[in-house]
């Protein structure tokens, strides 16, 4: 096999790139597991430092899904040109003794100087595939690995879940409300990254306007509504829509969400200001939603838009809508933030090839259930699915995997918007079948037959 | 009722009292919903920035849990005492064209200056427990709400789940190694903390280490040994050996676990080095754990241990341990790093008192299925659980909420390692019903007659 080239396979425009964005760490150099360390020591003392490609891909599809939207790229490509052991972190290292202080001062200049290919974000893509792959010399690749997979297992978990929730809201806005729900507040920042990926319309996580000029909403808590009182409710609402005029959405469950309407009607008229929405967070949302409207609608205001938010999820969505409750737009939050149904993705950064005698030879590793397919592969698609091929084939369909970092240097950092186009057309063109919530089929992935064979070849040498 | 003293309760000693921690970010001011701050130039603007007392509670528990260990309170206590919007900040607010100039003066003056009582870090709770108290002017508590809720829910979580799987090893070693498969790095540490708080022996995620003094410990990744390749296994074993001979654990599943057994045993008399253990990564672990183990011992290593790891939980290592698998410490990712079967909890911080003609009035919400309790709260713990009081009543039993912060600052900053002994020693005091895995009692929580008396009273006046 031939050495993959360094250079990229195609240019980027440095000149006009924006560079790819951290969510909250500078440097996550420490955000590794102990092994990569002392095994990147053992490296270093032994002069094992050549070149090796690592390939990141999901064994086994989550429950209940039959695709995955793929997401993180641009953070994972952030850390690497980032990656900087820093005076604290060797000064730390040093402390535990486990490490000589030729490897320190090694560490303190550690740069991540390889190649990076990847499958674009808001890609649609199945099991078995790689989507990534670190190209680098061996130490590099392996003290990034744990954080590169906790940035693209995490993001492209959320944007997966977010394809589908707002696959069942047919069209209709979906908003992340899940920030208080998530794995601590950083977890909120990619939540809101990958799902607005995903297809969802924007969040209420402030920090995402800010440093991902992602769309940012809200409307109002129980708290705004309980410092008026029970016999002062309609108050609360008419100073929401004086200070908010163009764009209030009130909260009308806290006493008693019918009675409500009558209260919003009222404050409407009192303050001349039209109301954008109103928002149901409690009780049967089906029934609700339908007096609620009837009422707006009777008092002529058929322009009120009905969010719907509490514990929502593709299921609930399906059903409410399957019930024709009218809900004009869906705060989505717990379930969405975690991924509550399927909150882990296996991926894996799977050594693939090594450089032996001036070329990257293929390597596989056989434990029980956890074979790797050997050597650098690149994916073809086609109207019926992905083929995973070695690299220096040419087949039919198009190659997904493109240079996107070379020499430690990012060539191209897409914006969220056209990554999130891409997922949205991708998702148009998946079969039903792929797409749906229940028992789905899994988005077809097969090998190329010389992939297969160079397969067979390495298993009957082991 | 009277208002809540804002003096600490009791003192603190601040002179040689670290500060809380936080983890990644310095400060959290962005990482709210949009509505907080809308509702807060609303306040800002109607001069309605009175006291304000807001409970953190968890409606109802997970699944499958009878108890939550209750986490986050440190890094809580660290983003109050740092709020700060800077100038990034209110530039982006300024931007959006939602707040004047007034408000944004005022965000970039605002410091928390509130009084915080809660429950101790490591502590066992149930539904329906004050776990925290936010006791400020009422635009403070209402910026902080969704970062608060975010971190609390989040360790909570996972302290939760690691008492469970640690449980579950009666007494052997657990191991955090969850970090590439948590929601995003920053999660990871904020994982290795709870899961610590929660029981574990300590982590491989080097950060831990380095923020938090958490025991990090690591094995070998199977591209160490694909280094070396399939004929050259035992070189792998030798070289580990020689460069970690106070603490080399070896991972043996790459080709064939059996097989390697006696690599191990030929690279240990070659190195004149002992192993400290092997990892099982793969495969039918209670049979492959017999066999290591019955080669082991017949090579004369007996003080070889085995470390099992992939895909465990709770409920995996009870069946091992159940199978009689002769395994000494387990190394648990990601169903512990993201509590793959219940990876979220309800937590809300509701407003429970306000301050009208100078007192604390308490307030109560009655949307339905999510009716709060009304006043300012103390829990009081006896033999037979918990009951949930008024902060003026004295009823038998330990009262569980105490002054954390007072005016804005820190009273307190337990270490890591005495929340973990109250874990510990409050699991062992909690009922086999409510600790049990499958179908588990909750932990019982009443509520004080005067409580429900002042219930049902504002119920019958909304």
Chains 1, 2 share one sequence.
């Not at 069942?168 to 990958?194: C, I, K, N, T």
């Not at 596989?364 to 698609?381: A, C, L, N, W």
């Amino acid at each position: 096999m031939e050495p993959a080239p360094l250079a990229p396979a195609r240019n980027g425009t440095p000149a006009r790139m924006k560079a790819p964005r951290a969510l909250t760490c500078e440097s996550y150099a420490l955000f590794c597991d102990e092994y990569e360390l002392t095994m990147a020591q053992s490296f270093w003392r032994h002069d094992q430092n050549n070149l090796a490609a690592f390939e990141l891909s999901v064994r086994h599809l989550p429950p209940h899904r039959g695709y995955l939207v793929v997401a993180g790229l641009e953070q994972v490509l952030a850390h690497l040109a980032s990656l900087r052991f820093d005076s604290t972190a060797l000064e730390y290292l040093a402390g535990t003794g486990t490490y000589e202080r030729g490897f320190i001062d090694y560490l303190g200049t550690l740069r991540f100087t390889g190649r990076v290919d990847a499958i674009d974000e808001g890609t649609i893509a199945g099991a078995d595939t790689p989507l990534l792959r670190i190209t680098s010399p061996r130490i590099e690749a392996t003290v990034v690995e744990s954080a590169v997979l906790a940035i693209v297992n995490h993001q492209t978990t959320i944007a997966t879940k977010a394809a589908r929730v707002v696959d069942a809201a047919q069209g209709r806005p979906v908003w992340d409300f899940s920030l208080r729900r998530v794995h601590g507040p950083e977890a909120g920042l990619g939540v809101a990254r990958a799902a607005y990926i995903g297809g969802v319309d924007g969040t209420a996580t402030v920090v995402a306007g800010e440093r991902l000029g992602i769309l940012t909403t809200g409307t109002m808590a129980h708290h705004f509504v309980l410092l008026f009182g029970p016999r002062h409710e309609q108050q609360a609402y008419e100073q929401f829509l004086r200070d908010y005029p163009e764009r209030a959405t009130l909260l009308i469950d806290t006493y008693d969400t019918v009675r409500a309407v009558d209260l919003v009607v009222a404050a409407s008229r009192a303050t001349g200001v039209a109301v954008t929405g109103v928002r149901l967070d409690s009780g049967d949302i089906t029934e609700l939603s339908r007096e609620v409207r009837r009422r707006f609608d009777a008092a002529g205001m058929p322009d009120v838009r009905i969010l719907a938010s509490g514990d929502l999820d593709e299921y609930r969505i399906r059903e409410l809508l399957g019930h024709g409750a009218p809900v004009d737009a869906f705060g989505v939050g717990t379930m969405l933030g975690t991924s509550f149904d399927a909150p882990a993705l296996g991926g894996v950064l799977k050594l693939v090839a090594q450089e032996q005698g001036g070329t990257l030879q293929p390597v596989m590793k056989h434990s029980t259930d956890k074979i790797t397919e050997p050597g650098i592969h690149q994916v073809f698609r086609d109207d019926r699915g992905d083929v995973v091929a070695l690299d220096d084939e040419s087949l039919p369909g198009t190659p997904l995997l493109r240079a996107v970092m070379a020499q430690g240097r990012a060539l191209d950092a897409p914006g969220l918007d056209d990554i999130r186009r891409r997922t949205r057309a991708q998702m148009q063109l998946l079969p039903t079948a792929v797409r749906r919530f229940d028992d789905p089929e899994p988005w077809p992935v097969r090998r190329s037959d010389k992939l297969q064979a160079l397969r067979e070849q390495m298993e009957a040498h082991l």
